[in-house]
């Protein structure tokens, strides 16, 4: 059954420093996600991208991100200068869009950032 | 904007009993997708069940089952014949389409009891 992965599955940095998260969204999906659970809370969305181009974005997703699909299969979400605050699951998920709606995404197993 | 919400923290089950857990939500749209998630110690997000708006018959998938009541804009979710491996967080979330993103609830933490 076709998957969505993600690489790390857990990273540390500094603070101050920059990631990049990595996930390869199903083949022939079109919408792909990046949400954020910290630890205990409610998963959030960050960003949603279509047609090589941000659709939408949260109040979070603020200029310190960016995302990116540097080939066809590969979707990147960086992180220009983490904060401590930044230190959170990140999942990536991907759709295949119905009658020009969206179908459930599909997540990936998530990243788990640590910002120290 | 959309809000989603899950009134019950916790809640727990004997095994093999039934329990419902419970999802609201504000929206001032017509046309919308609702999903429950689970989401086990292991912290992926897997996909429980779906519900298009328009549709009026209730999504089932084996075990699980909604009830979803358009006007009072709620949606529960029924897990019958509960099993150990159905102790998870469970979110409810809410999509509007297109690139819409998932609003998710704050999740509700299902305990079996064996």
């Known amino acids: 059954e076709p998957e969505v992965t993600q690489t790390p599955s857990h990273q540390v940095t500094q603070m101050g420093q920059e990631v990049i998260l990595r996930c390869v969204p199903i083949?022939?999906?079109?919408?792909f996600y990046w949400y954020r659970q910290i630890l205990g809370q409610k998963v959030e969305f960050l960003v949603s991208?279509?047609?090589?181009?941000?659709?939408?974005k949260s109040e979070i997703f603020d200029d310190q991100f960016s995302v990116e699909r540097p080939d066809g299969s590969n979707f990147t979400l960086k992180i220009r200068s983490t904060k401590l605050e930044d230190s959170a699951m990140y999942f990536c998920?991907?759709?295949?869009?119905?009658?020009?709606?969206?179908?459930?995404?599909?997540f990936g197993q998530g990243t788990r950032l640590t910002v120290v | 904007a959309q809000t989603v919400t899950q009134s019950q923290p916790e809640m727990s089950v004997q095994e093999a009993e039934t329990v419902t857990l419970s999802c609201t939500y504000d929206?001032?749209?017509?046309?919308?997708?609702l999903f429950w998630y689970k989401q086990p110690p292991s912290r992926q997000m897997i996909l429980v069940i779906r519900?298009?708006?328009?549709?009026?018959q209730n999504a089932t998938e084996n075990r699980f089952s909604v009830n979803f009541q358009k006007a009072a804009k709620s949606f529960s979710l029924k897990i019958s014949d509960s099993q150990l491996g159905d102790a998870a967080m469970y979110f409810c979330a809410y999509s509007g389409g297109g690139a819409d993103g998932l609003t998710f609830g704050k999740g509700t933490h299902l305990i079996i009891q064996p």
């Open positions: 991208f279509y047609n090589n181009e941000i659709s939408e």
């Open positions: 519900q298009e708006a328009y549709k009026q």
């Open positions: 998920a991907s759709s295949y869009p119905d009658r020009g709606l969206n179908t459930e995404a599909f």
């Open positions: 083949s022939n999906h079109l919408y």
């Open positions: 929206t001032s749209e017509s046309d919308y997708y």
